[in-house]
């Protein structure tokens, strides 16, 4: 959800990003276009799409910055092989019931609003 302070600060205005799938679609009130990928590169910036995600941003960015043979090697001693348990750490592959009832447990929707909030009091 960190797209989402970047976003108010006025730091996605024209770039495309990622976020947490719950509170994705609220870049574009910031100027952003939101993106459904784990990881997103748009020219200075770069963002990801969940907790998770960030592993994938760390790798993207060692790669970018050192090259892709240092990415490989990175994640390899790093063992990073994801097999995640039960299939369901997307909303596409949990279904809308699953998806629904995470959104209402943990107060997404208080937290864009205090987001927005902060923003507009920024930009006041």
């Given at each position: 959800?960190?797209?989402?302070?970047?976003?108010?600060?006025?730091?996605?205005?024209?770039?495309?990003?990622?976020?947490?799938?719950?509170?994705?679609?609220?870049?574009?009130?910031?100027?952003?276009?939101?993106?459904?990928?784990?990881?997103?590169?748009?020219?200075?910036?770069?963002?990801?799409?969940?907790?998770?995600?960030?592993?994938?941003?760390?790798?993207?960015?060692?790669?970018?910055?050192?090259?892709?043979?240092?990415?490989?090697?990175?994640?390899?001693?790093?063992?990073?092989?994801?097999?995640?348990?039960?299939?369901?750490?997307?909303?596409?592959?949990?279904?809308?019931?699953?998806?629904?009832?995470?959104?209402?447990?943990m107060g997404a929707t208080a937290f864009i609003?205090?987001?927005?909030?902060?923003?507009?009091?920024?930009?006041?």
């Amino acid at each position: 959800m960190g797209s989402l302070i970047l976003g108010a600060a006025g730091l996605l205005k024209g770039y495309r990003a990622s976020s947490y799938w719950a509170v994705r679609d609220q870049l574009a009130e910031f100027g952003a276009t939101p993106c459904n990928q784990r990881v997103v590169i748009d020219r200075n910036r770069m963002s990801g799409g969940g907790v998770t995600a960030g592993i994938d941003v760390g790798l993207s960015l060692i790669g970018t910055l050192a090259g892709d043979d240092y990415g490989r090697m990175v994640e390899l001693f790093l063992e990073y092989a994801p097999e995640p348990p039960y299939g369901s750490g997307r909303p596409e592959l949990a279904g809308p019931e699953l998806a629904g009832q995470v959104t209402g447990a943990m107060g997404a929707t208080a937290f864009i609003e205090e987001i927005k909030a902060v923003a507009r009091s920024r930009m006041a």
